[in-house]
């Protein structure tokens, strides 16, 4: 056992974020909103992509599983965060809590990396190969794909929660973390860490720099066909079907790989700790907004069923 950790703990202080009390408030009501947001604008997009028959398409399926995985993070970091907001130095977990919040954390992240990468190369096949599309995108293949997605993203999540129930956590019982990520959770452990590290790296490997490269090589051929049309309209239309998944991609992957890469030492670990609200918050809330506002078949999809509900406002009333 580590000489400076003796005591075995059963509880987590999660520290959150040391805001002044005059911020407090301010910052708990703008967090309620921005969770409230988060699910009503996922939901919204579900709702409409299983509500209409015109968004019965591999990219709208994709990307209403990707609300739900957003919903999913939303719903397993928010909340919590927002309890520790409130209490201050009292905010405890338990450790089995803990734990299970990183495992829907590990779920959710790593469903989202499988399923941009599937929906990058649904752009690619619609772009480089838009002759074979229906062929290739097939409701066959979207519904094995997500379902995919989410066994390996359970999965992933298992293996972790079972190597890290297998360790003890001694004292000092501190995370200076807002929600329970794995080295923090690890750097509390009375043992050596070095197998789960080491299943991390690899994991990593396996299902974030693989999709980042294939996310990555799908681009670089979608920009040479879009290079290829002669027209400047044409470009612009090709490629505004995928410039709101490229940017969601760009900022997801972006800050994921810069917290996960980047050493932590002193001042880094409070940079690191706000690029985490880019990922966990922040992203869930701005995907809906992005690909509802540069999405036309979304829009017009919102647009008919409020002049639905207008015309059956105004029959009866």
């Not at 520290?15 to 408030?25: C, D, E, N, S, V």
């Not at 997009?45 to 709208?60: D, E, G, Q, R």
């Not at 990707?66 to 450790?95: F, G, Q, R």
Request: include cysteine; aromatic fraction near 14%; charge should be positive.
């Amino acid at each position: 056992m580590n000489e400076k950790n003796k005591t075995i703990i059963t509880v987590i202080h999660l520290l959150g974020f040391q805001t002044p009390q005059a911020l407090t408030f301010f910052l708990f009501f703008l967090f309620l909103l921005i969770y409230y947001v988060t699910i009503c604008g996922n939901l919204l997009i579900i709702t409409l992509v299983f509500y209409s028959k015109s968004l019965h398409s591999p990219m709208y399926i994709f990307l209403s599983q990707l609300s739900l995985t957003d919903i999913l993070l939303a719903t397993d970091v928010l909340p919590n965060m927002l309890h520790s907001m409130l209490e201050k130095n009292n905010a405890i977990i338990s450790i089995s809590n803990c734990i299970s919040q990183f495992y829907f954390f590990a779920v959710s992240e790593t469903s989202e990396c499988l399923l941009l990468t599937v929906m990058s190369y649904d752009r690619y096949v619609a772009i480089c190969k838009p002759l074979h599309y229906t062929l290739i995108m097939s409701h066959w293949f979207c519904c094995v794909t997500v379902i995919i997605s989410w066994i390996l993203g359970f999965l992933v999540g298992l293996i972790y929660t079972i190597e890290i129930s297998n360790l003890q956590f001694c004292s000092p019982n501190i995370i200076d973390h807002f929600f329970c990520d794995l080295d923090p959770i690890l750097k509390l452990s009375c043992f050596d860490t070095t197998i789960v590290q080491l299943q991390s790296t690899l994991t990593s490997v396996v299902f974030a720099c693989t999709p980042v490269i294939i996310i990555i090589v799908s681009y670089v051929y979608i920009i040479v066909t879009i290079f290829k049309i002669p027209s400047i309209t044409g470009r612009q239309k090709v490629f505004s079907t995928c410039s709101s998944h490229l940017i969601v991609v760009s900022m997801f992957y972006g800050t994921l790989l810069f917290v996960y890469l980047v050493p932590r030492r002193g001042q880094l670990l409070k940079i690191t700790k706000f690029m985490s609200l880019l990922y966990t918050v922040v992203t869930p809330l701005i995907n809906p907004i992005i690909y509802s506002l540069r999405n036309k078949d979304l829009k017009e999809v919102v647009g008919r069923i409020t002049n639905n509900l207008l015309k059956l406002h105004s029959y009866y009333f």
